[in-house]
Nanobody, 124 residues
Framework: QVQLVESGGGSVQAGGSLRLSCAAS????????MGWFRQAPGKDREGVAV???????IYADSVKGRFAISGDNAKNTLYLQLSSLKPEETAMYYC??????????????????WGQGTQVTVSS
C-alpha cells in the first residue's frame, strides 16, 4: 500500500533553515505528482510547494524564493528545503501524493495519499 513518511521537522529560530524529507513506498514514485502542505492550529491545510513528473514546480506566493521542493527518483524521496523561516510558518508539514498525475496543484483535495506529518516550530 502507499506509504509516505515525513521526517526532518524541528524547532528553529526565525531566519533559520530546515530540510524535510518524505520517504515514499507502495507505488511508482516517478509517475506521481508530489507536494508539501502545512496546517497550523485552527487554520485550513494549505499548499506550500508541489512538483510534477517532469520536475515542474509550483510554490505558494508566501514561500517563493525561500523554500525549494525537489525529489530523488532513485531514493523515492521528496524533499523540502525551508529557509528564512518565519514564526507564522509554525505548522505541521505534510507530504502528499497524487498518483494520476495530470498536473501539479497546490490544492490539498487533489491529493489522495498523505503522510502523518512532521512538526516545524519557528520561534521569534
Amino acid at each position: 500500500q502507499v506509504q509516505l513518511v515525513e521526517s526532518g521537522g524541528g524547532s528553529v529560530q526565525a531566519g533559520g533553515s530546515l530540510r524535510l524529507s518524505c520517504a515514499a513506498s507502495g507505488y511508482t514514485y516517478s509517475s506521481a505528482c508530489m507536494g508539501w502542505f502545512r496546517q497550523a492550529p485552527g487554520k485550513d491545510r494549505e499548499g506550500v510547494a508541489v512538483i510534477d513528473t517532469r520536475g515542474s514546480t509550483i510554490y505558494a506566493d508566501s514561500v517563493k524564493g525561500r523554500f525549494a521542493i525537489s525529489g530523488d527518483n532513485a531514493k523515492n524521496t521528496l524533499y523540502l528545503q525551508l529557509s528564512s523561516l518565519k514564526p507564522e510558518e509554525t505548522a505541521m508539514y505534510y507530504c502528499a501524493a497524487r498518483l494520476s498525475c495530470s498536473g501539479a496543484y497546490l490544492f490539498p483535495w487533489k491529493y489522495m495519499y498523505w503522510g502523518q506529518g512532521t512538526q516545524v516550530t519557528v520561534s521569534s
